[in-house]
């Protein structure tokens, strides 16, 4: 059994450019001979997303929220926390994108800020911000391989 990702959004699937679905299965491709299986879960609203998650929280998945608030990391530490929170999840990982107005509320607030990953001070679409997710957690995949993919 590999280790699961799953990266839970709100919004729509594209904005109708190819280059996003381009973008991102790039990345998906190369991911397919590793141990990562990375799948993407859309949600129309936050109550959707809201129920997803705690599906998700109660099978002692590990999720982490992309956020502002979160802490920025560099791409070897995140490589380090992706596996650790691999670890602590059972091989189960979740990370939350919102939509245009950001996270629900109700979820920035029950979860712990050690918990919020900020992968820029600067606004992203969540198309966008999924494609720099994917590629960081290729990324993460290549550092732990030890391969030339990460100078």
Not at 6 to 11: D, E, F, H, L, P
Request: glycine content about 8%.
């Amino acid at each position: 059994m590999g280790l699961q990702v799953k990266i839970r959004i709100v919004g729509r699937k594209n904005g109708g450019e190819k280059w996003l679905d381009q973008s991102y299965s790039t990345y998906e491709t190369r991911l397919k001979p590793t141990n990562l299986d990375v799948t993407t879960h859309w949600h129309k609203n936050d109550d959707d997303l809201l129920k997803n998650i705690q599906a998700d929280i109660s099978k002692n998945h590990k999720v982490i929220l992309l956020d502002p608030l979160g802490k920025m990391c560099t791409s070897e530490v995140f490589s380090d926390n992706m596996y650790d929170w691999l670890e602590v999840g059972g091989s189960r990982l979740t990370f939350c994108i919102g939509g245009a107005e950001g996270l629900p509320k109700e979820l920035r607030e029950e979860t712990s800020k050690s918990d919020m990953l900020s992968l820029s001070s600067l606004t992203f679409t969540h198309q966008f911000a999924r494609i720099l997710l994917m590629e960081q957690i290729y990324r993460a995949s290549e550092i732990r391989r030890g391969s030339g993919y990460h100078k």
